[in-house]
Antibody
Framework: QVQLQESGPGLVKPSGTLSLTCAVS?????????WSWVRQPPGKGLEWIGE???????NYNPSLKSRVTISVDKSKNQFSLKLSSVTAADTAVYYC?????????????????WGQGTMVTVSS | EIVMTQSPATLSVSPGERATLSCRAS??????LAWYQQKPGQAPRLLIY???TRATGIPARFSGSGSGTEFTLTISSLQSEDFAVYYC???????????FGQGTRLEIK
């Protein structure tokens, strides 16, 4: 079965760039699914960051769009997140997730598979 | 942006009883609504998508209903493992934004 694993630095300095990678195993990133990043500040709710398709098409949360880049590397079966100009407000657990994809002819952008999450702290 | 509002913030229910959680969208999302369960230290788990379709492996005691702007998640007979935080999520395809509710904490009464 498909599994996702996030990796990257757990500590980022203010004004720096947060960079994370999500490795996809047990399946292909070139399937009909979209791949997302979701974050959760400590003790708070979930926030969608953005998504990517294997073609490279992306959609971003408008509130983060100016600072976010999501990319895909099909050769490595992984996708990545870059978030620039980070502040303490970007401290969170970052999850990668896969959407359900097509159910019949309908695209279901609900997340059926999640990584375990990785904690990123923004601090000097 | 479509704002999702969940109520109540905290729900106290006894094991074996029914729990009813609500989610309201600031504008119609048709049936593009999912529910998740999250336990401490774990990633969310998909329960329901399409407002009423159970995800793979989800017990029948979980059911979802609603369309448009008003949605409900019902857990028919609470088991000890059901006490957790529940989130709703809308996924309208245009604009392609995804937003979550703030969560409902389901606690043991």
């Amino acid at each position: 079965q498909v599994q996702l694993q996030e990796s990257g630095p757990g500590l980022v300095k203010p004004s720096g760039t947060l960079s994370l990678t999500c490795a996809v195993s047990g399946g292909s990133i070139s399937s009909s699914n979209w791949w997302s990043w979701v974050r959760q500040p400590p003790g708070k709710g979930l926030e969608w960051i953005g998504e990517i398709y294997h073609s490279g098409s992306t959609n971003y949360n408008p509130s983060l769009k100016s600072r976010v880049t999501i990319s895909v590397d099909k050769s490595k079966n992984q996708f990545s997140l870059k978030l620039s100009s980070v502040t303490a407000a970007d401290t969170a657990v970052y999850y990668c997730a896969r959407d359900e994809g097509l159910v019949g002819a309908i695209r279901v952008r609900a997340f059926d598979i999640w990584g375990q999450g990785t904690m990123v702290t923004v601090s000097s | 942006e479509i704002v999702m509002t969940q109520s109540p913030a905290t729900l106290s229910v006894s094991p074996g009883e029914r729990a009813t959680l609500s989610c309201r969208a600031s504008q119609s999302v048709s049936s593009n609504l999912a529910w998740y369960q999250q336990k401490p230290g774990q990633a969310p788990r998909l329960l329901i998508y399409g407002a009423s379709t159970r995800a793979t492996g989800i017990p029948a005691r979980f059911s979802g209903s609603g369309s448009g702007t008003e949605f409900t998640l019902t857990i028919s007979s609470l088991q000890s493992e059901d006490f957790a935080v529940y989130y709703c999520q809308q996924y309208n395809n245009w604009p392609p934004e995804i937003t979550f509710g703030q969560g409902t904490r389901l606690e043991i009464k």
